[in-house]
């Protein structure tokens, strides 16, 4: 028989040790710790900003906003070449894409799912090109003076683009009472680092209308809350765009997929954040293969809804009375327009998640169709590739004009200022909308057209959320109905399971536990 | 002293299980609802829809007439919620609209805009009895997204459209 000294000290090395060792590894193991506090100076404000009211050369009486923009060169030489390389200018880049090589994309020769395509409508679309007046081919990108300063650099609020007019602000002949001729005098003498007005007045309304396009990005944004955007919110950090979206030289940090193609130039969170921003080696694991937005970003379009479909075969019906129609859904959002078809808006939307590894192919505008639906764009990246991530997607679906002859998507001539010129808004009509369209892109048309599925992917970048709102782990790690369930070339824990293995792990467990019982006993007693 | 032990046992058990539930929000009632809630799918939906009428089925819009009639699933009835327990069985109520009437054991569907109505709704109506009832998941927009060309609308019901949000800029 053991003496009792013995016996306990076989009880603590057999029983107790082990529980000690159990207990400190699932402790401190799965400890949660609080994030690190992130200290960056924002960059909006720590520049030094001069009173452009005190310069000789803005005193002068402006009529023509070029007369502003050689003022402005006058001083700012060299930010002329700056600009006219970059693609807010240029509306292309060069780009390396898998499987086609090195390739200039842009707005210049891409197709997009919404109002199909740039070139062609440059009246409307070119209103965001920040230059003045490109009209047709002939607007010449070497003329600095056709470099718009003010759009990005006003600080009056009271500087706009008008409507209709390529880039063109209101003349006394155009003006109305939306589009008053601006002040130049005054809006010249209170110029300045762009603030959120800036990039909004684009970025928010592309596709034609709030938030139509991003679903990330929209006018909510102007003013807003940490629970929309942790970083913008007023009652947060109250970041502007330039802030993550730096522009040195004039060349801005960041990009939209749906015009970018390959893995450069990118904005990463790491760059305030770290690799490690949660101080929790499980959750900073998760960033190997899972984009910080993934789990960030749970829902997108918070505020105002954004399309997530839009149907062009559906457009050109009038009412009896030979009208254009504009039906509404429940929510106030368009869902029917004769000029451009059935809509599906939404907001509060999940997003879907695909593999993304900062590369993406696009449909350029002379490829012939070979799938349907015809991807716009499309991101690369699956589970095996070292560089790609899990990231949280706005896919926006839709059906465009095609020709059923030449397999491919059309041109089509959207915008007039008048009837009877061909546009599509206009009069309503297709087949001299796209002759118009594909002869302006310089396309052969077979002259039949028909209507096919598409869809464009967005990657979301945008409306952030607060920490409390952010995915938990059941939110993937789940059997059925995971926001993961679409992704299935790799093993998700909790998601995925295969019963041979659950059984003989449970079963080992059990026999280990009843092994150290037997042997606790036996050394015990 | 083994009955005491029992007793209070006993009247703990007896205190936690009368103990009424509270939800701090929504979405943990609805979670909750969806433990006992059967659900269908857009396309489990469309394959009854278009099953040839073997299986008798209805169909109900629990939203608001004024969010229904912009936009609804073809064949279905617009009962809200907040009068589906009472309608669901008046016989008047359904000579009104002129469809049979649901016996308990046929199967009832049920949407809303994204799902949470048409889960809670559900779950009444299995309180009321219905043994055959499920709730569309994800409601009329998951539909709308699926099978965009499916649906009907009646604007005339609604008096006139509502004014258009908007828009600036952009093409």
């Not at chain 1, 942790?230 to 802030?243: A, I, Q, R, S, T």
């Not at chain 1, 790799?490 to 079963?507: H, I």
């Not at chain 2, 006993?10 to 659900?39: F, P, Q, R, W």
Request: glycine residues 8%; negative net charge; hydrophobic residues 35%.
């Amino acid at each position: 028989m053991k003496s009792t000294l013995e016996k306990i000290a076989s009880f603590i090395v057999v029983i107790i040790l082990p529980a000690l060792v159990i207990y400190l590894t699932v402790h401190f193991g799965l400890k949660r710790n609080e994030p690190e506090e992130i200290k960056i100076a924002l960059k909006s404000e720590t520049t030094a900003q001069v009173d452009h009211s005190e310069f000789e050369i803005l005193k002068q009486k402006f009529v023509n906003p070029k007369d502003v923009t050689a003022a402005c060169l006058s001083c700012h030489n060299k930010r002329d070449d700056e600009l006219m390389k970059s693609t807010h200018w240029l509306w292309e880049r060069e780009a390396e894409i898998p499987g086609r090589g090195k390739v200039k994309i842009g707005k210049m020769n891409i197709h997009n799912n919404f109002c199909t395509g740039a070139q062609g409508n440059n009246g409307s679309c070119m209103r965001c090109h920040i230059g003045y007046g490109w009209e047709d081919k002939s607007f010449d990108f070497n003329d600095p003076t056709n470099i718009d300063c003010l759009v990005c650099h006003d600080k009056t609020d009271t500087y706009f683009k008008q409507k209709g007019m390529a880039g063109w602000p209101a003349t006394e002949a155009t003006a109305t009472k939306e589009f008053p001729v601006p002040d130049y005098n005054y809006v010249a003498a209170n110029v300045g680092y762009p603030d959120r007005d800036n990039c909004g007045v684009c970025h928010f309304y592309g596709g034609g209308g709030n938030n139509v396009k991003h679903g990330d990005l929209e006018e909510a944004l102007f003013h807003t809350n940490r629970k929309v955007d942790v970083h913008m919110g007023e009652d947060g950090p109250n970041m502007v765009c330039v802030d993550c979206h730096e522009a040195p030289n004039h060349n801005i940090k960041g990009r939209s997929y749906t015009v970018g193609a390959d893995n450069t130039n990118r904005l990463h969170c790491y760059e305030c954040h770290t690799e490690t921003p949660h101080n929790d080696y499980i959750l900073d694991y998760h960033n190997n293969k899972i984009a910080c937005q993934t789990c960030h970003i749970p829902v997108y379009a918070k505020v105002n809804a954004t399309t997530l479909y839009w149907d062009w075969s559906a457009a050109g019906k009038r009412d009896p009375n030979g009208n254009p129609i504009k039906e509404y859904d429940a929510d106030h959002n368009y869902s029917y327009l004769s000029i451009k078809g059935h809509f599906v808006f939404d907001n509060m939307v999940q997003p879907e998640y695909y593999w993304f590894n900062g590369t993406v192919n696009h449909f350029l505008r002379d490829d012939t169709i070979k799938q349907t639906p015809v991807q716009i764009n499309s991101l690369f990246g699956d589970y095996a590739d070292p560089n790609a991530k899990i990231w949280p997607v706005k896919v926006h679906r839709g059906r465009q004009a095609y020709d059923p002859v030449y397999n491919q998507l059309l041109s089509v001539k959207l915008f007039a200022h008048n009837k009877g010129e061909g546009a599509f808004w206009e009069d309503l009509e297709w087949e001299e909308a796209i002759r118009q369209g594909m002869e302006y892109n310089e396309r052969p048309w077979s002259g039949e057209y028909d209507f096919i599925d598409t869809e464009v992917y967005w990657p979301l970048n945008h409306m952030v959320s607060v920490k409390e709102e952010t995915l938990s782990c059941k939110d993937c790690h789940i059997r059925e109905k995971g926001r993961l369930e679409n992704l299935n070339d790799f093993y998700l824990p909790g998601r995925d399971y295969n019963k041979l293995l659950d059984y003989s792990g449970f079963a080992i467990i059990i026999f280990s536990l009843l092994g150290v019982i037997v042997h606790a006993i036996l050394r015990i007693f | 002293m083994k009955n005491i032990i029992l007793a209070i046992f006993c009247a703990i058990l007896l205190v936690s299980c009368g103990k009424k539930h509270e939800y701090n929000t929504v979405d943990e009632m609805v979670n909750d609802a969806m433990k006992t809630v059967k659900m269908i799918t857009a396309e489990e939906l469309d394959a009854l829809m278009n099953g040839g009428g073997e299986e008798v089925y209805t169909l109900i819009d629990v939203r608001q007439e004024i969010e229904h009639y912009y936009g609804f699933i073809p064949g279905s009835v617009n009962i809200a919620r907040g009068s589906l327990e009472f309608n669901i069985g008046d016989e008047t109520y359904w000579e009104h609209v002129g469809l049979y009437m649901p016996l308990k054991e046929e199967k009832i569907i049920l949407y809303c805009k994204k799902g949470q109505r048409g889960i809670l709704a559900a779950e009444s109506l299995s309180k009321l009895g219905y043994t055959n009832v499920y709730a569309l998941e994800g409601g009329w927009k998951k539909w709308e997204l699926t099978y965009p060309d499916v649906f009907e609308k009646d604007l005339s019901k609604l008096g006139g459209s509502s004014s258009a949000p908007a828009s600036s800029g952009g093409c």
